[in-house]
Every structure is written in C-alpha cells, then in structure tokens.
C-alpha cells in the first residue's frame, strides 16, 4: 500500500512538488506558503517537517484502525488457514482445464505439461557449483566410455 501511494503522489502533475491534500492545504497556504520567498535554501526541509507533523497522527490513527480491523479481515483468515484452492498433487490443479469461450475454441492453458516445466527448474537443493561438477563428472564418465570404445575399435599394432 506504501508503495502504491507512493506511486500515485509522484505522479501528481501540480506546480508544487509538495503536495497537502484537502484539508490539509489551508496549513501549507498559513504555515508554508509565506515563508516560500524568504527561505528558498531551506524551504523543502520546512515542508518535509511540516508534513510530517501534520500527517503523523492521521496516519497513526488509520494504522491502527486498520490493524484492529484485519483480525475479521477475510484474507487473514485465508492466509491463516493455509488451504489452498486445490491438492498440488491433483493432476486438475496442475494441468487445469481450459473453461468457457476458449475451450470452445480449442485454447489451452499451456502447450508443455506441468510435469516437463519441473523437470526444466534448476535444482535448488543444491548450489549451481555443485550442479556443474556433477555435469562435468557425468560427461568424464560418458567420456570415458567413448574412449573405450574408440581403442576397442583400433586394430593392435
């Protein structure tokens, strides 16, 4: 939410880069305003503490009404809950059908079964150091054997 406020503020297109929403402009326009011409050096760090005075407690009082409020929050009890929506192991949930219009049409999810994506994912239970020795290991065996063959198929001199 932070994030996504953050975002909508930077993209207010007004002529001040300090921007007080209803009703907290009259503040900016008696506290802020008039020192703009006088203070230029020093005018964005009066608006930085002014709003943070100003927002300190509003802000406050929201945080707290929305932390009492999540415990009877719907998704709380979702993410509590640890239940997803089907079993992992189902081949429906991993594969799942096409519903609606673009099954009519043939569509599907996905081209490449789910068992052949796994099958893709580096292995994480090893580090990508490991993974390349032991594929350096498999092809010296697998060079091995070639040479093998190669001096069993060279004529003795």
């Given at each position: 939410?932070?994030?996504?406020?953050?975002?909508?503020?930077?993209?207010?297109?007004?002529?001040?880069?300090?921007?007080?929403?209803?009703?907290?402009?009259?503040?900016?326009?008696?506290?802020?305003?008039?020192?703009?011409?006088?203070?230029?050096?020093?005018?964005?760090?009066?608006?930085?503490?002014?709003?943070?005075?100003?927002?300190?407690?509003?802000?406050?009082?929201?945080?707290?009404?929305e932390v009492s409020s999540?415990?009877?929050?719907?998704?709380?009890?979702?993410?509590?809950?640890?239940?997803?929506?089907?079993?992992?192991?189902?081949?429906?949930?991993?594969?799942?059908?096409?519903?609606?219009?673009?099954?009519?049409?043939?569509?599907?999810?996905?081209?490449?079964?789910?068992?052949?994506?796994?099958?893709?994912?580096?292995?994480?239970?090893?580090?990508?150091?490991?993974?390349?020795?032991?594929?350096?290991?498999?092809?010296?065996?697998?060079?091995?054997i070639l040479l093998e063959?190669?001096?069993?198929?060279?004529?003795?001199?």
């Amino acid at each position: 939410m932070a994030f996504f406020a953050e975002k909508t503020i930077s993209m207010i297109r007004a002529p001040d880069s300090y921007v007080y929403p209803a009703p907290f402009n009259i503040i900016e326009i008696i506290l802020v305003a008039p020192f703009e011409s006088f203070i230029r050096d020093s005018y964005a760090k009066l608006n930085r503490v002014v709003m943070s005075v100003v927002f300190f407690i509003p802000l406050c009082v929201i945080a707290l009404y929305e932390v009492s409020s999540m415990e009877k929050s719907w998704l709380v009890r979702w993410l509590r809950s640890g239940l997803d929506e089907g079993d992992t192991d189902d081949p429906v949930t991993r594969d799942p059908p096409v519903e609606g219009p673009d099954a009519e049409r043939g569509l599907q999810i996905s081209k490449v079964k789910f068992s052949e994506l796994v099958h893709r994912f580096p292995n994480t239970e090893q580090s990508s150091e490991t993974t390349i020795l032991n594929e350096i290991r498999t092809l010296q065996g697998k060079l091995h054997i070639l040479l093998e063959r190669v001096e069993q198929l060279q004529p003795s001199t």
